[in-house]
């Protein structure tokens, strides 16, 4: 697996994460903004990743 790869699936996998915590300590109101904030850190990252 490249570095890349690597860190785009740690990324992923933190996003996901903090959107099921947040679920279930909070519930769905404070999940909506989680989830838009991981998002686009995600895509932030994707973006970053990816230029040459």
């Known amino acids: 697996m490249f570095q890349k790869d690597k860190i785009k699936s740690i990324v992923a996998i933190v996003v996901f994460g903090g959107i099921a915590i947040s679920y279930y300590f909070f519930g769905k ?7 838009l904030a991981g998002f686009s850190i995600w895509f932030g990252s994707m973006y970053f990743l990816n230029k040459k």
């Open 29 to 35: 109101e404070i999940t909506k903004y989680v989830a």
